[in-house]
């Protein structure tokens, strides 16, 4: 049974609760609008479950004769299953950043009529999201990643096959900005493009703007450590349109 077969035969079991059925609601909306090839529209809400839902499962399950050991069972199933839900995204879709449409229209307010270059772009979400505000993108990616992995091969906006490094080598100095969205954990590509941008005269070097988790899941060790960020009002901004979500991670833009 799969992810999605499992949430619906919970929340069946479960269907006067309340709470269940919102954040299942969620859940549900979440993967229409990232099935139709769109970011998220608002951010994702916490997912869990607590001690009064915990009660509610106990006298759900007492008025259907089921006993305190499968309402056990279903609460830490779903509780489990709420809290990986982003995990689903990420192998199911291929969606990494969780930013949202209301985060993107707080960004292009606070950043009108630019041009960027988006690497690691995968199957252009973010540059469509952004195309379609007005703004310029050209999105590349190597798609050295499809080998290994099924999802996100449906691209949503033109995608140039190039390294980050050879986009930034072909495109840098055309650009406001170069986006590096979810770069791999302990990747270094993201320190050789900064120091790839730093050898550019400084009136034609773009900013670099990164989505990850800082000192977490996404960038490498180096490029945290040795890679000052600099101050941004609009990133911070932003940065509070993307909530942590269950599972403890915190997506942050910034700005070097």
């Not at 986009?167 to 986006?179: F, G, T």
Request: proline share 5%.
């Amino acid at each position: 049974m799969d992810y999605l077969k499992n949430i619906d035969h919970l929340a069946r079991r479960y269907a006067t609760i309340l709470d269940i059925q919102l954040q299942v609601e969620e859940i549900r909306r979440c993967c229409a609008e990232l099935q139709s090839g769109q970011l998220l529209s608002r951010p994702l809400p916490p997912l869990c479950l607590n001690e009064s839902i915990w009660w509610q499962m106990v006298t759900v399950a007492e008025t259907q004769a089921l006993s305190l050991s499968v309402a056990q069972h279903d609460f830490q199933q779903l509780d489990h299953l709420l809290h990986h839900f982003r995990k689903y995204l990420q192998y199911h879709f291929g969606q990494w950043t969780l930013i949202s449409q209301q985060a993107l229209t707080i960004w292009t307010r606070q950043w009108p009529w630019r041009r960027y270059l988006e690497v690691m772009a995968g199957d252009g979400r973010l540059a469509a999201a952004l195309a379609a505000r007005g703004q310029q993108v050209i999105a590349t990616d190597s798609f050295a990643w499809q080998g290994e992995n099924l999802t996100g091969r449906q691209t949503f906006f033109p995608v140039q096959r190039l390294t980050a490094t050879a986009a930034v080598a072909q495109y840098a100095q055309q650009v406001d900005a170069v986006i590096l969205s979810w770069s791999p954990n302990n990747d270094p590509t993201d320190l050789l493009l900064w120091q790839q941008l730093q050898r550019l005269p400084a009136a034609q070097r773009p900013q670099l703007l990164v989505l990850g988790e800082v000192f977490g899941v996404t960038n490498s060790l180096l490029f945290w450590q040795q890679v000052p960020h600099h101050f941004s009002a609009p990133a911070q901004l932003i940065s509070r349109y993307l909530p942590a979500t269950s599972d403890g991670l915190r997506e942050q833009l910034r700005v070097y």
